[in-house]
């Protein structure tokens, strides 16, 4: 007998074998159990989840020659006639490609006729929204009041697409994604029965790659299992699937917890000598941020996925601030999204990395490592107010010379420099705008302050009004860390407190007005191409028109577009 994949051979027979959809499946055998039957049925979800699979047992439900009943024999001719696809009562459609009105007039013609050896007839319509316009008109009457003895079981992964009024005449189900949980065990159910040998660090691997779907999941592991020779090894799956070792993450993230470029560059250089899917690479550096910042922020959290180290992620969770963690994540996720715009993966994902390294905060506690040859150090930028006070000094040649590799220096704390007041308004509250640039907001922070305007000062507390739309943004430790910067700048230890921009009607905040300066200027671009005699000669005698989204205003400071 020809081999047969283990996607068809393990498809669920029954609706206890079914994984992960127990609210489906719930609604459906109260339903066959007390007779409260619908007769239209929409089942959604993504591809691989069971939409037909559910579809095809509730179709043997209704129709065992045992009885009408959630759980059919599945040995009758009726249930292995529907397992086998030849019951002449259940009428499978392919939407995708029967997408015509004919066809439709095909279906609801033959649905007036009794079913020929079922209770019903059963229509199963599978990408169902992929009907033409004029097929859905044609079916809608049908698919409102059909004959008792028909019901329709309609399945699509997209939703949307499908009329308001075919979503209103059916009883709606949408199915779960899969957790990787879900899926691994079901493998290794799968595994044991076929006798197959197996390593745990693998079902995880394949699990995560299933993204959600069973049927792509199993797939998987029939293609695992043959690049294997008959045995599922970790190192075999990564190898098929392009992904790399759980440790090796780790190690680039150990590297960066070190501030330590040339390790970081070598964890790159290992990781791509596997020719890995550099895409996943960040997933997997994404998903370990993801697991450190529930370790740093939801007490009592531990990582329960296979081959999860508990002991290096509780290491690094108390070396990477949580700050940098947020950062990271960022990082991972835009520079997944920016490779296809890299002149190479290998080399999108590198600059990801010294992305990360390069946006560190400077502080005493994670202080980047960048060594430089120690001949050019000297004429180096100084890189805090300290630095910028000893390079003014008679002694600081001598200082440089002596500094064989300069480092990123510590945050400063507030120092007797020669620096000038922060501006302040006639209540004497400080220049909010002027503040943000001094303490060095950038990044989150930067977005986070520029929405927000300094309402009033209530002893050390600066309350801050904050548009509602970016409260999510003040929490912590993102405040606690700006409290800082911005304590820093002003000389002395403040705390932030933000309310809601209801609150202070009416005030502006600084990205407003930037936005507002924004659009004059480019309207006073725009006005000053309109009015220039060139433009109006090429309007006016060859019918040119001038095209808004085109032009951009002069930058008179950096002399750009």
């Not at 509730?58 to 001719?77: H, I, M, T, V, Y």
């Not at 990082?331 to 002149?343: F, K, V, W």
């Not at 704390?413 to 308004?425: K, N, S, Y």
Request: hydrophobic share 40%; glycine share 8%.
């Amino acid at each position: 007998m020809s081999y047969q994949v283990l996607a068809r051979k393990w498809r669920p027979r029954k609706f206890a074998e079914l994984v992960g959809q127990e609210h489906v499946v719930r609604a459906l055998t109260n339903a066959l159990e007390t007779g409260r039957m619908h007769h239209a049925y929409l089942f959604t979800g993504t591809r691989g989840v069971g939409k037909t699979t559910i579809a095809r047992i509730f179709a043997k439900s209704l129709n065992c020659e045992r009885g009408q009943s959630a759980d059919p024999c599945g040995e009758c001719s009726v249930c292995t006639a529907v397992d086998e696809g030849r019951f002449v009562d259940l009428l499978e459609i392919d939407a995708a490609s029967n997408t015509g009105v004919d066809d439709v007039r095909e279906v609801i013609e033959n649905a007036q006729y009794a079913p020929s050896r079922g209770r019903f007839k059963v229509y199963l319509v599978d990408e169902v929204h992929m009907l033409s316009k004029n097929a859905f008109n044609a079916l809608l009457k049908t698919l409102e009041e059909p004959p008792p003895h028909v019901k329709f079981l309609l399945a699509t992964t997209d939703p949307q697409k499908l009329p308001v009024t075919v979503l209103s005449r059916c009883l709606k189900f949408n199915l779960k994604r899969l957790l990787p949980e879900q899926i691994s065990g079901q493998m290794r159910h799968i595994l044991g029965a076929e006798n197959i040998a197996y390593e745990d660090s693998a079902i995880g691997e394949l699990a995560r790659a299933a993204d959600g779907s069973l049927r792509d999941g199993l797939s998987l592991l029939d293609q695992a299992i043959a690049y294997g020779g008959g045995a599922l090894h970790a190192d075999d799956v990564r190898t098929m699937l392009g992904s790399v070792a759980r440790g090796q993450v780790l190690g680039v993230l150990d590297a960066l917890a070190a501030g330590d470029g040339e390790r970081l560059l070598a964890e790159c250089t290992q990781i791509a000598s596997y020719s890995p899917d550099f895409g996943g690479v960040l997933d997997d550096i994404a998903s370990v941020l993801h697991r450190l910042q529930l370790i740093q922020l939801i007490p009592g959290y531990r990582p329960d996925e296979e081959g999860e180290d508990d002991g290096s992620l509780s290491s690094l969770a108390e070396r990477i601030t949580p700050e940098d963690v947020q950062l990271y994540y960022q990082i991972a996720t835009s520079g997944r999204r920016d490779l296809a715009l890299a002149p190479d993966a290998r080399t999108g994902f590198e600059m990801a990395m010294l992305r990360m390294l390069a946006f560190r905060p400077g502080d005493g506690s994670s202080a980047a490592r960048v060594e430089r040859p120690s001949a050019s150090s000297q004429s180096a930028a100084p890189r805090s107010a300290v630095d910028a006070q000893a390079s003014r000094s008679p002694a600081a040649p001598t200082r440089a010379a002596e500094a064989p590799t300069p480092r990123v220096a510590p945050t400063p704390t507030p120092a007797p420099v020669a620096a000038a007041p922060v501006a302040r308004d006639a209540h004497g509250l400080p220049d909010w705008e002027s503040l943000i640039e001094r303490a060095g907001l950038r990044g989150p922070f930067s977005v986070l302050a520029q929405n927000a305007v300094l309402r009033e000062r209530d002893g050390q507390t600066l309350v801050l009004a904050l548009q509602p739309a970016h409260m999510s943004m003040a929490v912590e430790p993102m405040v606690s860390q700006m409290e800082e910067r911005v304590g820093n700048a002003l000389g002395e230890r403040i705390r932030l407190r933000f309310v809601s921009q209801d609150q202070a009607a009416g005030v502006q905040t600084p990205a407003a007005r930037a936005a507002q300066a924004r659009d004059s200027a480019q309207a006073a671009a725009e006005q000053a191409i309109e009015d220039d005699p060139l433009v109006q000669a090429l309007k006016r005698d060859f019918g040119a028109r001038v095209v808004p989204q085109s032009i951009k205003p002069f930058d008179n400071e950096s002399g750009a577009m």
